[in-house]
C-alpha cells in the first residue's frame, strides 16, 4: 500500500491530522450563512464517521485525545449558534464517552492493566477470566527462557520490539556489563516444540502474538545458540484420562462456541484488512486476529492430541464419536469455526490412517462425519460452506482463514491505485467483505449453559488446552498405536 490510500493504513496518522486540520479550519474560519452551516455540517459528519470507525485504536495513538478534546471543545462553542447542529453534537458527545478519548491527569501516571497473555500464562484463575481486546499499548506478562530452562517472568508492552524485551530481560539478570555491551550480550529466540529455532532481530515488533502454538522465547548468548533445545513439556508426553473423557460433548462444544465468540468479538474489522494489506507493518494492529487464528491451530491440534494419546482402542473410537458429536454441536451453534477446527483435526493424517479405530465407529458417525468432510471442502472456492453460512442468521461464528483468503485474492487480484487512481470498486469490496465480519456478530450469543459439577473444570480445560504441534511426534504415536493394535 502507498501513502495515497490512507484510509487503508495500519493506523491513519496522516488521514487523522488531515481531517483535523480540515475541521478545526472549518470551524476557525467563521464563515456564516447556509454555506457555513453546510460545511461545518459536512466536517462534523467526517469526524463522527471518523470516530465511529475507529474508537479504541485511537488511543493508541500519542495526543490523539487531547486532538479530539481540543476539536470536541471547538465545535460545542458553536453548538449554541447553530439549532441545526444540536443533534449532531449530541452524537459527538456521546461517542467521546463512548470510545472514553479523556485526556489523564499529567500530575499522575496513568494505570496500565496487565494483561496475562493466554498462550503463555496458563493459570486458572486467568483463563476463566473473560476475554478483551488487546491493543499494542497493553502490558502483560510474558516467560522467557534462559539455556538451562530457568526462566525470567517480565512485564511488557504487547507491541514491544525485541530490543525491548531483552532490556528487561537483562534487567531482571541484573547483568554486569555496561548498557551498551547488554545489547550485544544477549538475543532473542523462538523455539518451537520442534526444535526449529529462529533468531528474532532487534527492530522485530509484536513477537509475542506470532509465535506458535507451543513456541517459546528464550534469551541467550550466541555462543549458546545451537544447544538450545524445547522445554521437556514440549517433548516427553504421555497418555492420560483427560477432561475430554469425562465431560460430556454438548459441555465441551458450548464451552468452545462461548470462548471462541470471546475471542472473535475481541477482533476489529479492521485487523482483517491490516492482516493482510500491510501483513508485518500492521502486526501491531492484528493481535487480537493473530490469536484467534492461533486458537483455530491450537483446537486442530487438540482433536488430533487427544485422539493418538488415547491408547485403549475401544475408548479410542468412542473419542472419535465424541469428537463428531462436538463438530455436530458446535455446527448447531452456528460456530463454524470451532466446526472446522475439530473436523481438520479428525483428517489429520495421523488420525485418519488409524484404520481399525474408523472401523470400529458405528455407521451412523462414518456417514455424518462424510458430511461433514463434503462441507469444509475446498473444491469449487468452498460452495458448500458458503451456502450453509448465507442461509444463517447471527450470531454466527465464521471460518476466519477463508475471509482472509477472501480479502487476499480481492487485495492481489487487482491493484489499489490505477493511473495515479485509487481503484474504488476495489476498496468496495474489501469494505463489503469486511462488513460482513460486523453482520455476523450484530447480535450477542445466547447459550443454555447449566451448572455442573464439572461446570468450572470444563471451562478451564476448553480453554488451555496441551496439545502438541509437533506433526512428526504426532505420526510417532501413530505409528505405535496401529503397531499395538495389531
Given at each position: ?12 496518522r ?7 486540520t ?95 497473555l ?65 545489547e ?36 541467550c ?43 472473535f ?10 492482516y ?59 460456530d ?34 462424510r ?116
Amino acid at each position: 500500500m502507498t501513502s495515497s490510500s490512507p484510509i487503508l493504513s495500519s493506523f491513519p496518522r496522516r488521514s487523522f491530522c488531515r481531517s483535523y486540520t480540515r475541521v478545526s479550519f472549518v470551524w476557525a474560519g467563521g464563515m456564516e450563512g447556509p454555506e457555513g452551516l453546510g460545511r461545518k455540517q459536512a466536517c462534523l459528519a467526517m469526524l463522527l464517521h471518523f470516530l465511529d470507525t475507529y474508537q479504541g485504536l485511537l488511543q493508541e495513538e500519542e495526543g490523539a485525545g487531547r486532538i479530539i478534546k481540543d476539536l470536541y471543545l471547538l465545535i460545542m462553542k458553536d453548538e449554541s449558534l447553530y439549532q441545526d447542529l444540536r443533534e449532531d453534537t449530541l452524537r459527538l458527545h456521546q461517542l467521546v464517552e463512548t470510545v472514553e478519548l479523556k485526556i489523564p491527569d499529567e500530575s499522575q501516571l496513568p494505570s496500565k492493566q496487565v494483561k496475562p497473555l493466554f498462550r503463555h500464562f496458563r493459570r486458572i484463575d486467568s483463563c476463566l477470566q473473560t476475554r478483551v481486546a488487546f491493543r499494542g499499548s497493553d502490558e502483560i506478562f510474558c516467560r522467557v527462557y534462559m539455556p538451562d530452562h530457568s526462566y525470567v517472568t517480565i512485564r511488557s508492552r504487547l507491541s514491544a520490539s525485541v530490543q525491548d524485551i531483552l532490556g528487561s530481560v537483562t534487567e531482571k539478570l541484573q547483568y554486569s556489563e555496561e548498557p551498551a555491551e547488554r545489547e550485544d550480550s544477549l538475543i532473542l529466540v523462538a523455539v518451537a516444540s520442534s526444535g526449529e529455532k529462529v533468531l528474532l532481530q532487534p527492530t522485530e515488533d509484536c513477537v509475542f502474538t506470532t509465535l506458535g502454538i507451543n513456541s517459546h522465547l528464550f534469551a541467550c548468548t550466541r555462543d549458546s545458540y545451537e544447544a538450545l533445545v524445547p522445554l521437556p513439556e514440549e517433548i516427553q508426553v504421555s497418555p492420560g484420562d483427560t477432561e475430554i473423557h469425562r465431560g460430556e460433548p454438548e459441555d465441551v462444544a458450548n464451552h468452545l462456541t462461548a470462548f471462541h465468540w470471546e475471542l472473535f468479538r475481541c477482533v476489529h474489522e479492521l485487523e482483517f484488512v491490516d492482516y493482510v494489506f500491510h501483513g508485518e507493518r500492521g502486526r501491531r494492529e492484528t493481535a487480537n486476529l493473530e490469536l484467534l487464528l492461533q486458537r483455530c491451530s491450537e483446537v486442530t491440534h487438540w482433536v488430533a492430541t487427544e485422539v493418538l494419546l488415547c491408547e485403549a482402542p475401544g475408548k479410542r473410537a468412542q473419542l472419535l464419536k465424541k469428537f463428531i458429536k462436538i463438530a455436530a454441536i458446535c455446527k448447531q451453534n452456528q460456530d463454524l469455526l470451532s466446526f472446522y477446527a475439530v473436523v481438520m483435526g479428525l483428517d489429520n493424517a495421523a488420525v485418519s490412517r488409524l484404520r481399525l479405530t474408523w472401523e470400529k465407529l458405528p455407521g451412523k458417525f462414518k456417514n455424518l462425519f462424510r458430511k461433514f468432510e463434503n462441507l469444509t471442502d475446498p473444491c469449487r472456492n468452498h460452495k458448500s460452506y458458503r451456502e450453509v453460512i448465507s442461509k444463517m442468521k447471527p450470531p454466527v461464528i465464521p471460518f476466519v482463514p477463508l475471509i482472509l483468503k477472501d480479502l487476499t485474492f480481492l487485495h492481489e487480484g487487482s491493484k489499489t491505485l490505477v493511473d495515479g487512481l485509487v481503484n474504488i470498486e476495489k476498496l468496495h469490496s474489501v469494505a463489503e467483505k469486511v462488513r460482513t465480519v460486523r453482520e455476523y456478530r450484530s447480535r450477542p450469543l445466547c447459550l443454555d449453559m447449566e451448572a455442573s459439577p464439572h461446570h468450572l473444570q470444563t471451562k478451564a480445560y476448553v480453554r488451555q488446552f496441551q496439545v502438541i504441534d509437533n506433526q512428526n511426534l504426532l505420526f510417532e504415536l501413530s505409528y505405535k498405536l496401529e503397531a499395538n493394535s495389531q
